[in-house]
């Protein structure tokens, strides 16, 4: 199947091939043709199946008719949280070049004056987060009346934040007669309820989790003997320095975690920086872009802000902890690995992750391979020593053979952007 099979206009076939894409995913296959017919759809997908676009360009084809009115959007999206809302609206934007749609963006953080502006000249998509939407909705600022298309996106991160209250209201809300396009990765019993509760006779479309991530991505697993934060840190830096890490996104199960993480690697002179959902939004996105240009090498970050992000290029995945819940495992590892590349999760677990670290093996049907480093517990006294540049016999991944990974850590020398140099401050604990 092809692009053309779907029944797209030009302008959205020429934008699609300057994207680079030559065929639809099974998501955009099957999603598109039903919504172009104005059927809703129950999308059951996650991130990297292609799943925006499959709503995207169809919705640029639907509302390239008629026009929008002052306060009165023709369309909303709704997402869990304000990067993957600024994510959509980055694609939108790419796959709409042809047309004359309008778009605004409503997420917290960010000054209301511009957009509120754009809702008042009149947009054909609004992008929105839940509470967002409702403050201005609860204001007087938007009209719900215009609505013919609703986007509910990663629903069952929707549930898990609290939000499903406000996706019901926004249901309730809009007409009745819009159509509704629900998009979550899993069905549980109260996803499902609202499903079918709101949406009207809608086609399902399902597809597996994105392959590329289990063939591209390898797991590796470092169990450390104690919970002990400080002989975590050191362990971490000697991971980085092992692996020769270009950049990574590095998880911590709670906020303060990562900020004490963040904080002590750039102690260590390592190029981190902090992103979690308690930071002001100017911060998350200007640290976020940083990153993605490659000037911060290492983002550390709670499950809710690095949600579904889309950077392609992230060499490696770093869990300073298991996930509490096995599902965040398979969205933590899916940000390395990405549009094809070969990516590396290692995750870091001591004995209370014991539990966590169970669910995820029996979800994955095998456990995780082991990761070694040697001498973690003996770091501070063996090793500040050991690790001169040629002399030193480095751990290693039990499949590498050992004379490989000498190089691995040797050739890290100071690069000038304070990660990956200044080797012997790695080890400074
Ligand atoms: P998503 O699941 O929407 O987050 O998309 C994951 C990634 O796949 C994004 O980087 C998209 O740009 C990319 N993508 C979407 N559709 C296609 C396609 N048909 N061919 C190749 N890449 C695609």
Known sequence: ??????????????????????????????????????????GIAQTGTGKTASFTLPMIEILSQGRAKARMPRSMIIEPTRELAAQVAENFEKYAKYHKLSMALLIGGVSFGDQDKKLMQGVDVL???????????DRGKILMSGVQLLVIDEA??????????????????????????????????EIKRIVDTFLHNPAKVEVSRPESTAKTVSQFLLSLPANDAKAKRSA?????????????????NRKRDVDIVAKSLKKHKISAEPIHG??????????????????TKILVASDVAARGLDIPDVSHVLNYD?????????????????AGRKGTAITISTPIDHKAL??????????????????ISDTKKSQKPKHTPNKTKHPSRPHHKS????DRVTSEKSNGTGFGGDMPDFFKT
């Open 403 to 406: 004379g490989k990974n000498q």
């Open 236 to 252: 971490l830096r000697q991971v980085m320095i092992q692996e020769k890490l270009k950049n990574a996104i590095l998880f911590c």
């Open 127 to 137: 992008i929105a987060t839940p509470g967002r939407l409702l403050d201005q909705f």
């Open 322 to 338: 298991v996930p509490f819940h096995a599902e965040d495992y398979v969205h933590r590892i899916g940000r390395t690995g990405r």
């Open 278 to 295: 308690d930071l002001a939004q100017s911060i998350r996105t200007e640290t976020l872009a940083r990153f993605k240009d490659g000037k």
């Open 358 to 375: 169970a669910a995820i093996e029996a979800m994955l049907k095998k456990p995780i391979p082991k990761y070694s480093l040697q001498g």
């Open 1 to 42: 199947m092809t692009f053309d099979d779907l029944g797209l206009d030009p302008k959205t076939l020429k934008a699609i091939a300057e994207s680079g894409y030559t065929e639809p995913t099974p998501i955009q296959a099957g999603a598109i043709p039903k919504v172009l017919q104005g059927q809703d759809v129950l």
């Open 156 to 189: 069952d991160r929707m549930l898990d934040m609290g939000f499903m209250p406000d996706i019901e209201k926004i249901f309730k809300i809009t007409p009745f007669t819009r159509q509704t396009l629900f998009f979550s990765a899993t069905m549980p019993p």
